[in-house]
């Protein structure tokens, strides 16, 4: 009996105290909806899927990558992957015969433009079906907050 008297007690001393326990705070507006706008990402003017004279392209390498809005309000470029697809000889190890393939250069980058080492392997190798791909773009808007901008491709002509 006494038993059953201490748990009554410590059953009822439990169910009170959780009525005093902090009630959950309603949610704040600090996460609020945001959708991004539409982004544009350029290299001296070219947009994405652009084919460019392999002269063009040799002189917009060296160009800041920007990114802008459908209203033209320019974001900061945070960081980048850079991907130089370039065409290269290989041989067939049968035949002995050459053959045209391709060959992969490919970094992330957080400085737009590109460093002086990647401007210079690429413009001395450049010619015509070649690929210069912005990809992962992560870019910041004037209230601090982070998106990813379209990828550009380019194909040297």
Do not use: H
Request: hydrophobic share 45%; with cysteine.
């Amino acid at each position: 009996m006494r038993y059953i008297k201490s748990f009554t007690i410590v059953f009822l001393l439990c169910v009170s105290l959780t009525n005093y326990a902090q009630k959950p705070k309603p949610a704040s507006n600090l996460y609020a909806k945001f959708k991004s706008p539409k982004l544009i990402a350029s290299l001296g003017g070219y947009k994405d899927s652009s084919f460019v004279p392999a002269i063009t392209a040799d002189a917009i390498m060296g160009a800041k990558l920007n990114v802008v809005d459908a209203k033209n309000v320019a974001y900061t470029v945070s960081s980048y992957q850079f991907l130089y697809r370039k065409i290269v000889v290989s041989e067939d190890e049968a035949t002995g015969k050459a053959y045209n393939t391709t060959s992969v250069k490919s970094s992330l980058f957080k400085v737009s433009p590109l460093p002086a080492m990647w401007l210079s392997m690429v413009r001395e190798n450049l010619r015509s079906g070649e690929e210069i791909i912005f990809f992962d773009i992560i870019v910041k808007d004037a209230q601090g907050r982070f998106m990813y901008a379209p990828n550009l491709k380019l194909t040297v002509k």
